[in-house]
């Protein structure tokens, strides 16, 4: 039985990691935070699920502290180590540039050391995002794309990439890059955009609200399924060797088109009206506002379009994506919609 060990567990990315390892009969073993109200809803179904409790783990750890890595890692001794945790959030990142270096870029070597002292043999896979193009100098961007961080977020993951890649130089660990762009889905976390969206469609639907407000509505994004994007994760550590992969599935989308998708899901079409901060999205034929622009939303430098060129990762790892952006956007409202029940 392999053992596999997720830092971030209990976020997105981590649940449905450790879901697709314990299907592939693995011990899964992930590092939670404390916190002061529990955060594991995302994976209390497989703790209570007979076929995989006994195969998951979960040990206190944080990716601020190493001796809580160290000792994880050489309790658990895992082969592969999936380091998911990180302050994730771009926008929140420009209000928390020092806690989000600390724990997103110093964070990743804490654990790249833990697993060379301890287990330098196991496969490491550092989760990398398409933030590292930031500003973009070629569309669609691919593994010799030049990176251009704009946010200290991205910064962060800059530092975190090349880490990474320094200790598969340097110490020939088995150090991979998986460079994901978005991807979304129900357990996407609420302030996300898309999720925001999908959200206050369900709400809005159940007359709890009114309307959504957001920042730029033209920011681009190349939007896919996480359930799909952590079995590239899987095939990233399955390869013959480590090498760093652009995951994403070549479709690029705005903000509008997401909000246009979104309603249109539940009937409603909406007419835009006047422009940058004041403009508005109108329910047709009510006339009643259903998306509203705040410029507190706008980030102080945006990155303006990102689309993947993932044909690497087609070929040395036979991955291709299985849910397109019109599906995804369906599969998000249809969730919301069940959850948010009528008042
Ligand atoms: P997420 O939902 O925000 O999950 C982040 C996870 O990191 C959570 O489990 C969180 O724990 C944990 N964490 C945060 N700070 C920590 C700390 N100091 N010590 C230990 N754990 C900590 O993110 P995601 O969407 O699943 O993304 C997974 C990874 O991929 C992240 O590194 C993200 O930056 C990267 N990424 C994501 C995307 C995307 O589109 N989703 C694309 C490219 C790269 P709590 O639950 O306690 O908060
Ligand atoms: O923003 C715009 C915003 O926060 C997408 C993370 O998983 O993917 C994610 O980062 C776009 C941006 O994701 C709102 O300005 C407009 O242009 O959903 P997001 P992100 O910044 O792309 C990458 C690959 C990661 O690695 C990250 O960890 O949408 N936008 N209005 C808004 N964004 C938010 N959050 N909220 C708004 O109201």
Partial sequence: MRTALIT?????DGSYLAELLLAKGYQVHGVVRRASTFNRGRIDHLRADPATRDRFFLHYGDL???????????????QEVYNLAAQSHVGISFTMPTYTGDVTAIGTVRLLEAVRRKVPEARLYQASSSELFGKAEETPQNERTPFHPRSPYAVAKLYSFWAAVNFRE??????????????ESPRRGENFVTRKITRAVAEITRGQRERVTLGNLEARRDWGYAGDFVDAMWRILAAEKPDDFVIGTGETHSVRELCEAAFAEVGIELEWEGGGGAEVGRERGAGTVRVAVDPKYYRPAEVDELQADAAKARRVLGWTP??????LVRMMVRSDLAEVKRP
């Fill in 8 to 12: 971030g567990v209990t976020g997105q």
């Fill in 64 to 78: 601020g502290d190493p001796e809580s890595l160290t000792s994880v890692v050489d309790a658990v001794r895992p």
């Fill in 170 to 183: 340097a110490y020939g660990m088995f150090a991979a890059n998986g460079i994901l762009f978005n991807h």
């Fill in 322 to 327: 299985t849910v397109a952006f019109p599906e």
